[in-house]
């Protein structure tokens, strides 16, 4: 059974740092792409960041380049968000999925979904 776990969501200052995970179990991650997607109120979804696992590239929205860092932890077949320097525009639903092929900033190229988890920045 696929499934997609996402944590580290919470709250946070202006300026501050949180680390998001997507755990990923029924399936072998070397043949995906996983992405990062965030939803804020009254607003469309849309992609933060991708990572292709068999040869590392990544993708970012200019609006975090800098600032998130996104990576695979092999061992615990986990991948990483590294969020830094957080802005209150940051603020949404963060989800991760998984996709085999087609663009990483569209939503329906993705075939797996997670639950989502909340991300809030402010003082």
């Known amino acids: 059974q696929v499934q997609l776990v996402e944590s580290g969501g919470g709250l946070v200052q202006p300026g501050g740092s949180l680390r998001l995970s997507c755990g990923v179990s029924?399936?072998?991650?070397?043949?995906?792409?996983i992405g990062w997607f965030r939803q804020a109120p009254g607003k469309e979804r849309e992609g933060v960041s991708s990572i292709y696992l068999m040869d590392g590239s990544t993708h970012y929205i200019d609006s975090v380049k800098g600032r998130f860092t996104i990576s695979r932890d092999n061992a615990k077949n986990t991948v990483l968000l590294q969020m830094s320097s957080l802005k209150p525009e940051d603020t949404a639903v963060y989800y991760c999925?998984?996709?085999?092929?087609?663009?990483?900033?569209?939503?329906?190229?993705?075939?797996?979904w997670g639950q989502g988890t909340q991300v809030t920045v402010s003082s």
């Open positions: 999925a998984a996709r085999g092929g087609g663009s990483w900033r569209d939503p329906e190229a993705y075939l797996y």
């Open positions: 029924g399936f072998n991650l070397d043949y995906y792409a």
